[in-house]
């Protein structure tokens, strides 16, 4: 074909795919955007060369949400991993937008590295460089060429991309926006823009017509942008961009909130009409939420994930008074169970004279577990905790939170997790902290959800699939935990109700809840792995059940996070910092493994 790019010629792959080409040996070929170049499984029998466009590498395993590995730009291999291994591909490989795509098979290539080593020793450099980039906090292949399209009418879209952009450009990235006046630009000029610059945020106005669609197939990622305080488009009048990104899930909502209101409302009904992988919300004249935005673009968002753990996870509470202290931001949170419930108010906006208040209020100054009832279901009702996490969260959706939020529960009918990360909040958290045999389960579309510790009770993976930044974990389930002290049986009855003793619930609620809490080695170890910071305070000491004994546990989640963060050379924002093409010791490009 004529009219588009050479083949990069400094390197000896890409020179050996101009040889082969030249001899018949390495075909070429156009990959539609949505198309997949191979699946995980597939024998991995050819060498792939990218010469234009964009591919994303896609991990789906089975029981956990698709995990988007990265992008191989052009000039880049793709499948060199399993060719080399003589193994199958370990990963789906999906045209982004449009590509053209060179392949050599693989008979052909051993052969040209036999007459040529240079060709394997850099191949084996660039596999080396990969599989670092996959384990450290740096990486090279996340997407860097943003969208953003007017849903609705929002206003004037240029504005807030460049405001934007100003943001990047303060953590010391290349940016440059690109609007309409560049829908008869060639190519070559769009491929010289994305290589000259650490980012390239195109944006579509409502009234920009085709340019619209031509943005939605050009970048790695989506961003629809609407007015929050406005009800959305019918999807008759504004359907959805075709593209690719829709069915990868890499299309996301930004909404545009007044200055002045306490919480968004209405974010239900767009993302029915969205249908976004994630919901962030923008307050117009909120500088810190543009930089917020700048930092999910770049790589630098911060995700929390917080663990089950029953009184212990009271740690959660000093463990974010710590972030927050060292101007720590937190951009993505997550929990599971008691953990759940303190994301949840971080995610609500509560500062920390709040959280610390209504944490006291609903589980501290008089147990939640104190409406003990003949156990044909469970030790409680139920019903305490659901009054209070209705009084604290009220009618409060998962969209309408200021941060993006998950919990977990267990679902009992289909034995898998349940993901929560839409519908009413307090019914989220009432089945996260669903402790089997302590509450009553939670019923939601006939099935029957439990406590999420069951199967997961640190979900530090899952936020590490759902976001490019830094990950801090805080889990509170280490260490020794239940004694036969804990679960002996009390000498007297009567001296254990006038004690009071009976409202934490009677011994047998200690041992439910530790075995609720009690992840497999394996699903532990993957979790604590996930993260960048992980900070396991000692509340060894603290009896699981023991609500009074907030202090000591907010005071060691508060140590052990300071401790934590001294230790670290830089920010927790710049762990996953990628390097800027401006940087002279910047390494030759090379994205993530992409067996």
């Known amino acids: 074909?004529?009219?588009?790019?050479?083949?990069?010629?400094?390197?000896?792959?890409?020179?050996?795919?101009?040889?082969?080409?030249?001899?018949?040996?390495?075909?070429?070929?156009?990959?539609?955007?949505?198309?997949?170049?191979?699946?995980?499984?597939?024998?991995?029998?050819?060498?792939?060369?990218?010469?234009?466009?964009?591919?994303?590498?896609?991990?789906?395993?089975?029981?956990?949400?698709?995990?988007?590995?990265?992008?191989?730009?052009?000039?880049?291999?793709?499948?060199?991993?399993?060719?080399?291994?003589?193994?199958?591909?370990?990963?789906?490989?999906?045209?982004?937008?449009?590509?053209?795509?060179f392949a050599l098979p693989r008979e052909v290539f051993f052969d040209a590295c036999e007459a040529d080593a240079s060709v394997m020793t850099e191949l084996a450099r660039l596999m080396i460089l990969r599989t670092r980039q996959a384990s450290s906090r740096v990486s090279m292949g996340e997407p860097s060429v943003y969208g953003f399209l007017a849903m609705g009418q929002p206003g004037a879209l240029r504005t807030l991309v460049e405001r934007i952009s100003v943001e990047i450009g303060k953590l010391g990235y290349s940016v440059t926006c690109i609007g309409v006046e560049a829908q008869h630009a060639p190519t070559e000029w769009f491929s010289d823009v994305e290589r000259t610059h650490d980012f390239v945020l195109y944006l579509a106005e409502t009234t920009d017509g085709g340019w619209r669609h031509a943005v939605a197939r050009q970048v790695d990622r989506l961003f629809r942008v609407g007015r929050g305080d406005r009800k959305p488009p019918r999807k008759e009048i504004e359907p959805p961009p075709a593209s690719p990104l829709t069915a990868q899930q890499l299309v996301d909502l930004i909404l545009l909130q007044p200055s002045d209101i306490d919480r968004p409302v209405g974010s239900e009904a767009w993302m029915d009409a969205a249908q976004p992988a994630r919901l962030f919300h923008l307050r117009r004249d909120n500088e810190g939420d543009l930089q917020r935005i700048a930092r999910v673009l770049t790589g630098q968002s911060v995700g929390l994930v917080l663990s089950g753990g029953g009184a212990r996870a009271y740690a959660h509470v000093g463990a974010i008074r710590a972030l927050r202290e060292r101007n720590i931001p937190i951009?993505?949170?997550?929990?599971?169970?008691?953990?759940?419930?303190?994301?949840?108010?971080?995610?609500?906006?509560?500062?920390?004279?709040?959280?610390?208040?209504?944490?006291?209020?609903?589980?501290?100054?008089?147990?939640?577990?104190?409406?003990?009832?003949?156990?044909?279901?469970?030790?409680?009702?139920?019903?305490?905790?659901?009054?209070?996490?209705?009084?604290?969260?009220?009618?409060?959706?998962?969209?309408?939170?200021?941060?993006?939020?998950?919990?977990?529960?267990?679902?009992?009918?289909?034995?898998?997790?349940?993901?929560?990360?839409?519908?009413?909040?307090?019914?989220?958290?009432?089945?996260?902290?669903?402790?089997?045999?302590?509450?009553?389960?939670?019923?939601?579309?006939?099935?029957?959800?439990?406590?999420?510790?069951?199967?997961?009770?640190?979900?530090?993976?899952?936020?590490?699939?759902?976001?490019?930044?830094?990950?801090?974990?805080?889990?509170?389930?280490?260490?020794?935990?239940?004694?036969?002290?804990?679960?002996?049986?009390?000498?007297?009855?009567?001296?254990?109700?006038?004690?009071?003793?009976?409202?934490?619930?009677?011994?047998?609620?200690?041992?439910?809840?530790?075995?609720?809490?009690?992840?497999?080695?394996?699903?532990?170890?993957?979790?604590?792995?996930?993260?960048?910071?992980?900070?396991?305070?000692?509340?060894?000491?603290?009896?699981?059940?023991?609500?009074?004994?907030?202090a000591p546990a907010v005071a060691e989640g508060y140590r052990t996070m300071i401790a934590a963060l001294d230790k670290l050379d830089r920010p927790v924002q710049d762990l996953r910092r990628r390097v800027s093409l401006q940087d002279p010791a910047r390494a030759k490009p090379g994205a993530m493994a992409a067996g």
Not at 26 to 43: C, H, I, V
Not at 64 to 74: A, C, K, S, T
Not at 427 to 437: F, K, Q, V
Not at 483 to 495: F, H, L, M, N, Q
């Open 1 to 101: 074909m004529t009219g588009l790019p050479e083949i990069p010629d400094d390197s000896a792959l890409a020179r050996l795919f101009s040889q082969e080409r030249a001899q018949g040996e390495a075909t070429w070929f156009s990959l539609p955007g949505g198309q997949k170049l191979y699946s995980a499984g597939d024998p991995s029998d050819q060498l792939f060369f990218l010469r234009t466009g964009r591919l994303g590498a896609f991990r789906r395993d089975e029981g956990h949400e698709p995990q988007f590995l990265g992008v191989i730009r052009p000039g880049e291999p793709a499948g060199e991993m399993a060719l080399v291994a003589g193994a199958p591909h370990s990963a789906d490989v999906v045209a982004l937008r449009d590509s053209e795509i």
């Open 331 to 550: 951009d993505f949170v997550a929990g599971v169970s008691m953990g759940a419930i303190i994301a949840a108010g971080v995610a609500m906006g509560w500062d920390d004279e709040e959280l610390d208040r209504r944490i006291k209020e609903a589980f501290v100054n008089t147990s939640p577990l104190a409406d003990i009832a003949f156990p044909l279901l469970a030790l409680t009702h139920g019903l305490q905790v659901a009054e209070r996490l209705a009084h604290h969260f009220g009618d409060t959706e998962i969209a309408d939170l200021w941060l993006p939020f998950f919990c977990l529960s267990t679902n009992l009918t289909t034995g898998a997790y349940h993901l929560h990360r839409r519908g009413l909040l307090r019914r989220a958290l009432r089945a996260s902290i669903s402790l089997p045999g302590v509450l009553p389960p939670a019923t939601e579309d006939g099935d029957v959800l439990v406590d999420g510790a069951v199967l997961k009770n640190f979900p530090a993976d899952m936020m590490r699939a759902w976001q490019l930044g830094p990950v801090v974990g805080v889990d509170v389930t280490w260490g020794r935990s239940i004694t036969a002290e804990d679960v002996t049986r009390p000498t007297s009855v009567w001296k254990w109700l006038w004690s009071g003793e009976w409202r934490k619930g009677p011994p047998i609620v200690s041992l439910l809840m530790r075995a609720a809490t009690l992840s497999t080695g394996p699903d532990i170890a993957a979790s604590r792995a996930a993260t960048d910071v992980l900070v396991l305070p000692d509340v060894s000491s603290i009896e699981i059940r023991d609500w009074s004994a907030y």
